[in-house]
């Protein structure tokens, strides 16, 4: 196996994708390390090695990476529309300073190969699945035009680094994800936790934000996790792949699997369209990863929601 044996980094193991990646990496035998900040790992993952890092730190950065074979950089901020308004800097400047800083520890530290988030976000608008070669057609949609900005621009900075050095570099742009262990904070989480907590909670009215004519792909992070794997391993090339559930949803869907699921039957489900959603269509196409990596989702959007409910619901109790 690809991983068996190699220490692996995974930054920011705490949080919501980095916690799924050391899951994954685990299970293939890898030594695996993470990084630890502002909070512990929220469930016992097995025999991993723990340090006390902050990223924006240059010294931190390159004791983190100091003897390791590969980096899953997941440590960051993410977007969404109530961060946005009320911080729209913050996940900016959070994401060019860590993804730079750990960039260069590990081009200095030696390290073999390096995984990159990008994200969708930073596509120019399309009624359509939009493919990897499209990103520079247009500029992202206004929504995002910070952050879809520095998402293609952490692109660049990784085809400069591969450019100067013998690191091999991923970049995976990831559509919506949710799942076990999401941000379920009422202040800052994105639209399936956020509706999953008011679903368990039993609000009535029961208030979703948009239209609910939205149309998303959602992917489970188990999948994104897998994706992840697949990438580093088969094309670290730092040339960009699109990691999706490959169909898409409309809010008002979503919704009624979470209200079934949490059997919240009764809810007088209200829309309001003054609420910030965002962009109202993302499809990408998912045909590039079918065929370099071999990757297909397992978890079907049912069961992953449905799965998603119960536990945040046995949780919450």
């Given at each position: 196996?690809?991983?068996?044996?190699?220490?692996?980094?995974?930054?920011?193991?705490?949080?919501?994708?980095?916690l799924h990646i050391i899951k994954e990496l685990l299970?293939?035998?890898?030594?695996?390390?993470?990084?630890?900040?502002?909070?512990?790992?929220?469930?016992?993952?097995?025999?991993?090695?723990?340090?006390?890092?902050?990223?924006?730190?240059?010294?931190?950065?390159?004791?983190?990476?100091?003897?390791?074979?590969?980096?899953?950089?997941?440590?960051?901020?993410?977007?969404?529309?109530?961060?946005?308004?009320?911080?729209?800097?913050?996940?900016?400047?959070?994401?060019?300073?860590?993804?730079?800083r750990m960039l260069q520890a590990a081009w200095a530290?030696?390290?073999?190969?390096?995984?990159?988030?990008?994200?969708?976000?930073?596509?120019?608008?399309?009624?359509?699945?939009?493919?990897?070669?499209?990103?520079?057609?247009?500029?992202?949609?206004?929504?995002?035009?910070?952050?879809?900005?520095?998402?293609?621009?952490?692109?660049?900075?990784?085809?400069?680094?591969?450019?100067?050095?013998?690191?091999?570099?991923?970049?995976?742009?990831?559509?919506?994800?949710?799942?076990?262990?999401?941000?379920?904070?009422?202040?800052?989480?994105?639209?399936?936790?956020?509706?999953?907590?008011?679903?368990?909670?039993?609000?009535?009215?029961?208030?979703?934000?948009?239209?609910?004519?939205?149309?998303?792909?959602?992917?489970?992070?188990?999948?994104?996790?897998?994706?992840?794997?697949?990438?580093?391993?088969?094309?670290?090339?730092?040339?960009?792949?699109?990691?999706?559930?490959?169909?898409?949803?409309?809010?008002?869907?979503?919704?009624?699997?979470?209200?079934?699921a949490a059997g919240h039957h009764s809810a007088r489900?209200?829309?309001?369209?003054?609420?910030?959603?965002?962009?109202?269509?993302?499809?990408?196409?998912?045909?590039?990863?079918?065929?370099?990596?071999?990757?297909?989702?397992?978890?079907?959007?049912?069961?992953?929601?449905?799965?998603?409910?119960?536990?945040?619901?046995?949780?919450?109790?």
């Amino acid at each position: 196996m690809f991983y068996k044996g190699k220490t692996v980094l995974v930054t920011g193991g705490a949080g919501f994708v980095g916690l799924h990646i050391i899951k994954e990496l685990l299970k293939q035998d890898a030594k695996v390390r993470t990084t630890i900040h502002h909070r512990p790992l929220p469930v016992k993952v097995g025999n991993i090695e723990k340090i006390s890092a902050d990223l924006t730190k240059e010294a931190d950065c390159l004791a983190a990476v100091k003897g390791v074979d590969y980096v899953f950089h997941a440590a960051g901020a993410v977007s969404a529309a109530g961060v946005t308004v009320n911080n729209p800097m913050f996940a900016i400047t959070e994401n060019l300073i860590l993804t730079a800083r750990m960039l260069q520890a590990a081009w200095a530290g030696g390290v073999s190969r390096f995984l990159v988030f990008s994200s969708s976000t930073a596509y120019p608008v399309a009624d359509y699945p939009v493919k990897e070669e499209e990103m520079w057609n247009g500029p992202p949609h206004s929504a995002y035009l910070g952050y879809g900005w520095m998402r293609r621009y952490l692109e660049k900075l990784s085809e400069f680094v591969a450019s100067k050095s013998n690191m091999k570099i991923a970049v995976l742009r990831p559509t919506a994800v949710y799942g076990q262990w999401d941000n379920f904070d009422p202040q800052t989480s994105h639209v399936i936790p956020a509706l999953i907590r008011k679903a368990v909670d039993k609000k009535d009215p029961y208030e979703v934000w948009g239209s609910g004519e939205e149309i998303r792909d959602f992917l489970h992070v188990t999948d994104l996790a897998r994706a992840c794997l697949l990438m580093l391993e088969k094309y670290a090339t730092c040339d960009p792949i699109n990691i999706g559930y490959g169909k898409t949803i409309t809010v008002k869907e979503i919704v009624r699997i979470i209200l079934k699921a949490a059997g919240h039957h009764s809810a007088r489900v209200v829309f309001d369209k003054s609420k910030p959603t965002t962009i109202p269509i993302r499809m990408v196409d998912t045909s590039k990863s079918k065929r370099l990596l071999g990757f297909e989702p397992k978890v079907s959007l049912e069961d992953g929601l449905t799965d998603t409910v119960l536990w945040y619901r046995e949780r919450r109790s």
